[in-house]
């Protein structure tokens, strides 16, 4: 049986066992059976008990060997030491997935872990595939299918609907799972992974993009346990089309803490995460709200790649908060056209027509004002996103049947619009509105955070494959972290251009050195052992004379003596002293997660005060390198601000390029990389490196 096989079951089973089944409907092993009766599950159910002849109303058997059939998805709610051999008895009946129930694994210490990696065994000595323990387990609405033991839907069972939910808390995702039937989104399944000692969170991601059944997918993640298969999830569900919104906490040190004790997972470094979720196009919802917010409008499944939005207003202070909201979000609000806002003049004179066009209270004497302003909004605007604010007037009876039929009208006509509305009105009124082909949210701000998002999945949709990564050189590592001349040996076999330079073991070929370099240049303390020099005054920069270069000598040999006593003193490093380009920083660092990601920014201070860096998972391509390079902050400072020569963008990002292809082939001994500073020179003259810092384990 093939993975993607038992993932469907999990999700789409035809029939369910329950070990450990309880007549108890209000106990763990009852509620699930409980809950399928009353929601009509459409499979078959096989309570496993061995006391009992009936468990509600159903017929029970003795043990797994005893079921009548072999059920497509088991649920394992027995004590945790019983576990394995119940898992081992479900693989030899030849069952797709069971769903642990148990807690008392990993999640509880080395005694709990040594029998996780004991039922892991058992499964994997039979192919059945395990989602937990410790979960809360599954369930699917659209065939009444509650593999869970969630109290949730004591308060109302979810609505049968296109939107995945893969949580690895239950508790929280039932908390998803309750505040989405609030929100009227429907669920095709929602998952709750647990400890994840075999299906992991990616897996399931991936079964929601083989899921013909859903078309969004929500995710809430307190850590990655299996950063490549996430990733190729996240590149499948991109490549269909199907947008992935994504509740990643742990972020704060306590709350990664947290979650290390919770799910006995890795939470990895949150900056790496932002940039490997946006590489793929996956939004980060800030909150819960703003995750169903996000997926709620993804149902629509309009997703403009070049986002703009026009607003049709009845308040001129709304209009303020949509535009603060948008230019917060980088959502862009293009004024209307001269012509158009000279025909809405015409139309009612006191209106204000740039956009957000508000056509005021007037609308109440005509209705058909409101449908002749957001036409125009549409048609001359030709905004990809209109968002109307009428507040509470579609609420008045005397207003709301007029107006829903001036606004259907523009909808109707343009059905590859996002249209979205910001009203208050009857719970009946809303669905209505609903109905009609627009997505209503009382607050106009989160209504402008959802847009936003559709943008984004549209641009991410959109992409179209890129340059390759350059062809680089394997080198190898050498066996510990390396002085800053072999660094840059190594370094430069990759093709890193590095400050033209020598390593002297004595004052005279240091001095040698510097004629042939030409002065003035720069002195560096050079050991294996010191990796960073400035911290020691192992520096010395303008260094413009034979005699000063003696002194320099030593002045710095006696430093490294004096702050390092036992470092290994290998000489100084003499490199010619570059000028006239724009200090900047490329870096490695090893992700426990995502492997080796590279960083771009402004050397000296900036990226010590502003943090202004862009990261990105390696490798990839010149295109990408570059658009790093433009993304960042101080960007201007590199492309030319205040009449000052543009530096070598070009050789600047093949720097980058070939680095980030280098730590991908270094392998796991590689820790990390900082070139810091690299001189990008004016256009046409090339990126160089000052100075290297390669750390490797042993």
């Keep these: 049986m093939t993975q993607n096989h038992s993932l469907g079951r999990l999700l789409h089973p035809r029939s369910v066992a329950v070990v450990g089944a309880s007549d108890d409907a209000l106990r763990i092993g009852g509620r699930p059976i409980a809950y399928m009766q009353s929601q009509g599950y459409q499979g078959r159910l096989l309570p496993v008990n061995p006391n009992r002849p009936q468990i509600q109303g159903l017929p029970a058997y003795a043990s797994v060997a005893a079921l009548p059939e072999t059920p497509d998805v088991a649920i394992v709610a027995v004590a945790a030491k019983l576990a394995p051999q119940v898992v081992a008895d479900l693989g030899a009946r030849g069952t797709a997935a069971a769903v642990v129930f148990s807690a008392g694994f990993a999640e509880m210490g080395e005694e709990g872990a040594q029998l996780q990696q004991q039922m892991l065994d058992a ?33 109302g069972f979810p609505k049968a609907g296109r939107v995945g939910i893969a949580s690895q808390s239950g508790a929280y995702g039932s908390h998803i799972l309750g505040l989405a039937r609030e929100f009227g989104i429907g669920v095709s399944s929602c998952v709750m992974s647990g400890n994840e000692c075999d299906i992991s969170l990616g897996e399931l991601v991936h079964a929601f993009v083989e899921d013909e059944n859903t078309d969004v997918i929500t995710v809430y993640s307190e850590g990655i346990r299996d950063g490549d298969r996430l990733l190729a999830a996240l590149e499948a569900a991109r490549r269909a089309k199907k947008p992935v919104v994504m509740m990643k906490v742990g972020t704060s040190a306590v709350g990664s803490a947290a979650a290390q004790s ?56 709304a209009g303020v908060i949509v535009s603060d909201a948008a230019e917060l979000a980088g959502l862009p609000m293009p ?37 002749r302003f957001t036409e125009a909004v549409v048609e001359e605007g030709g905004y990809q996103s209109i968002l109307g ?20 009208a523009v909808r109707d006509k343009h059905p590859d619009r996002l249209f979205v509305l910001s009203i208050l009105a009857s719970k009946e009124r809303v669905q209505q509105y609903e109905a009609d082909g627009f997505t209503v949210f009382e607050d106009p701000a989160r209504a402008v955070a959802a847009i936003e998002a559709m943008g984004r999945f549209g641009q991410a949709f959109a992409r179209q494959a890129g340059l390759p990564p350059p062809s680089v050189p394997r080198a190898t590592l050498p066996a510990r972290t390396p ?42 303390i050079l050991s294996p052992d010191i990796l960073h020099k400035s911290e020691i005054g192992g520096v010395l920069l303008n260094v413009a004379s034979v005699g000063a270069v003696r002194d320099g000598f030593a002045t710095l040999i006696e430093r490294a003596k004096q702050a390092a006593p036992e470092a290994r003193i290998e000489g100084v490093l003499v490199a010619r002293q570059l000028s006239g380009g724009v200090e900047c920083i490329l870096g490695i660092q090893r992700d426990p ?14 990226v010590e005060v502003m943090k202004d860096v862009v990261l ?20 201007p400072l590199l492309l030319g601000a205040r009449g000052k020569p543009p530096v070598d963008v070009k050789a600047l990002a093949a720097m980058l390029a070939r680095l980030s292809v280098f730590a991908h082939q270094a392998g796991l001994r590689l820790q990390s990389i900082d070139l810091n500073p690299v001189f990008a020179l004016p256009e046409g003259q090339g990126a160089f490196a000052a100075d290297a810092v390669i750390e490797v384990a042993p």
């Design 123 to 155: 499964a994997r000595a039979s192919g059945i595939r395990l989602l937990g323990p410790n979960s809360l387990g599954v369930l699917n609405p659209r065939i009444g299918f509650y593999g869970s033991f969630t109290s949730m839907v004591e308060m």
């Design 616 to 635: 990105r998972r390696c490798p990839f391509g010149e295109d990408v390198a570059e658009q790093m390079i433009r993304s960042i902050q101080g960007a």
């Design 335 to 371: 004024e209307m056209p001269a012509a158009a806002q000279k025909h809405l003049k015409e139309l009612i004179p006191f209106a204000a027509p740039r956009n957000p066009v508000d056509c005021t209270a007037q609308f109440m004497n005509d209705l058909s004002i409101a449908g």
């Design 483 to 524: 002085s800053e001349a072999e660094a840059k040996r190594v370094l430069a076999e990759a093709g890193i251009a590095v400050a033209p330079e020598r390593a002297c073991a004595t004052a005279d070929a240091a001095v040698a050195a510097a004629e042939a370099l030409g002065f003035p240049v720069v002195m560096k």
């Design 593 to 606: 997660v995502f492997g080796p990601v590279a960083m771009f920014g402004l050397g000296g201070i900036f």
């Design 262 to 317: 919770h799910t006995a997972s890795i939470a990895g470094n949150d900056a790496v995460t932002d940039a490997v979720l946006a590489e793929f196009g996956v939004v980060r919802a800030r909150s819960t709200e703003h995750m169903l917010d996000v997926a709620r409008l993804a149902t629509r499944r309009i997703y403009p790649a070049n986002n703009t939005l026009g607003v049709i207003t009845v308040s001129g202070g």
């Design 389 to 408: 604010f009428f507040t509470y007037t579609v609420g008045a009876d005397s207003i709301a049947e007029g107006l829903r039929a001036q606004l259907k």
